[in-house]
T-cell receptor, first 117, second 118 residues
């Protein structure tokens, strides 16, 4: 597609359940990022992929959060044993190879809004 | 660690009035600075960015921003606001590593919500 696609756009789940959020980046973008935006806050960095590998997962809040990108394109953010505090909008972005801000502009998707009841 | 402060949570202006959104940053060196806009139902869109050179940068949709090193500020301006500018605006700092190790991480402010009155 023309832009970064995220599914689902909305997800409501119960505390303790498992959720998966999907991101389909812009074709040809090798770098992929996940950010989390809580209510009233700016986006916060979670994880960055260059190709298939997670180059930096320092923003993942705890071991309940995990992300994969097995073929270097689509990525899935996985959250186990969800908690009410996980409620947020999860943003995905992609770019040309990162490392140069002049060419590595991030293009963001519309986000997946997760509500944990 | 880098940080970004947007002092104004919510600003209301009348259509046609001028606009200035404030942004202050904290970073050890000269960072990359960005302004993004987020409209309901849309993803974050880059308005403009600055790293070096002319301290007044032009962006899309008639926006400009001025970098002031002495004030650690990067304020966003628009001479005449349109109703379609109503949105949330985020200032962000991009890490700069000359070894290329971290030139990918953005730190965002909490945002300023802009309301435009007719």
């Amino acid at each position: 597609g023309a832009g970064v696609s995220q599914t689902p756009s909305n997800k409501v789940t119960e505390k303790g359940k498992y959720v998966e959020l999907r991101c389909d980046p812009i074709s040809g973008h090798t770098a992929l990022y996940w950010y989390r935006q809580s209510l009233g806050q700016g986006p916060e960095f979670l994880i960055y992929f260059q190709g298939t590998g997670a180059a930096d997962d320092s923003g993942l809040p705890n071991d309940r959060f995990f992300a994969v990108r097995p073929e270097g394109s689509v990525s899935t953010l996985k959250i186990q044993r969800t908690e009410r505090g996980d409620s947020a909008v999860y943003l995905c972005a992609s770019s040309l190879p990162a490392g140069d801000w002049d060419t590595g502009e991030l293009f963001f998707g519309e986000g997946s809004r997760l509500t944990v009841l | 660690a880098q940080s970004v402060t947007q002092p104004d949570i919510h600003i209301t202006v009348s259509e046609g009035a001028s606009l200035e959104l404030r942004c202050n940053y904290s970073y050890g060196a000269t960072p990359y600075l960005f302004w993004y806009v987020q409209s309901p139902g849309q993803g974050l869109q880059l308005l403009l960015k600055y790293f070096s050179g002319d301290t007044l940068v032009q962006g899309i949709k008639g926006f400009e921003a001025e970098f002031k090193r002495s004030q650690s500020s990067f304020n966003l301006r628009k001479p005449s606001v349109h109703w379609s500018d109503a949105a949330e605006y985020f200032c962000a700092v991009g890490a700069v590593s000359y070894s290329g190790g971290s030139n990918y991480k953005l730190t965002f402010g909490k945002g300023t919500l802009l309301t435009v009155n007719p």
